[in-house]
């Protein structure tokens, strides 16, 4: 399945933060989700053959990667207390089915 | 602003008990896709509904999309605890990526 690391982590604000996603095996399509406490997940980006494939309204201080494997990690920059959130990661074959399996999240806090 | 906006937000019943969770837009989807979320996990697809008017049965729960494609209800009959979780409605509105919008979720609580 697609595995998140780390599970939970601790900032405080200005900082910078990286989170990182191994998707599932065979799938080369890799999306970023916030979803805040009491919250759906709002989508950030998603990534296919290592290019951003479609963004959410998320500032350019949230980026991100895909690697040759179809890893992929998320950056945050300026970290802000309303960063605070439970980040998903959840891949797919191919992009465009909305079709998601997602892995179990990072947990940020940022104080 | 694209706005899902699911009812009820909570819902606590008994074992037994049907009931129906609605999800509703004023856009119109490509597809729109059920998730159900356990604390301390990401949401798990359930089903993914397409044409206008579709109805889909997985076991005791049955899925329809509206004629429009703009909303969306998840009917559970005779309830069981392991029911209990969050659930999602998300509409894609792009045929070419996975940018889906989320509802605010409905909190299900089922008493043995």
């Known amino acids: 399945g697609v595995t998140q690391s780390p599970t939970h982590l601790i900032k405080t604000r200005g900082q910078q933060v990286t989170l990182r996603c191994s998707s599932q095996s065979g799938h080369n399509t890799v999306s970023w989700y916030q979803q805040a406490l009491g919250q759906g997940p709002q989508f950030i980006f998603q990534y296919y053959r290592k290019e951003e494939n479609g963004r959410g309204n998320f500032p350019p201080r949230f980026s991100g990667l895909q690697f040759p494997n179809d890893s992929s990690e998320l950056n945050v920059n300026a970290l802000e207390l309303d960063d605070s959130a439970l980040y998903l990661c959840?891949?797919?074959?191919?992009?465009?089915?909305?079709?998601?399996?997602f892995g179990e999240g990072s947990r940020l806090t940022v104080l | 602003t694209q706005l899902l906006e699911q009812s009820p937000q909570f819902l606590s019943i008994q074992e037994g008990e049907n009931l129906t969770v609605y999800c509703n837009s004023s856009?119109?989807?490509?597809?729109l896709q059920w998730y159900r979320q356990e604390p301390g996990e990401g949401p798990v697809l359930l089903v993914t509904?397409?044409?206008?008017?579709e109805v889909k049965k997985l076991k005791r729960l049955t899925f329809q999309f509206g004629d429009a494609r703009k909303d969306s209800s998840l009917h559970i009959t005779a309830a069981q605890p392991g029911d209990t979780g969050l659930y999602l409605c998300?509409?894609?509105?792009?045929?070419?990526?996975?940018?889906?919008?989320f509802g605010t979720g409905t909190r299900l609580q089922v008493f043995p």
């Open positions: 998300a509409g894609k509105l792009s045929y070419n990526t996975d940018k889906l919008i």
């Open positions: 509904v397409v044409t206008g008017g």
């Open positions: 959840a891949s797919s074959p191919l992009p465009g089915t909305g079709e998601l399996f």
């Open positions: 856009s119109v989807f490509s597809s």
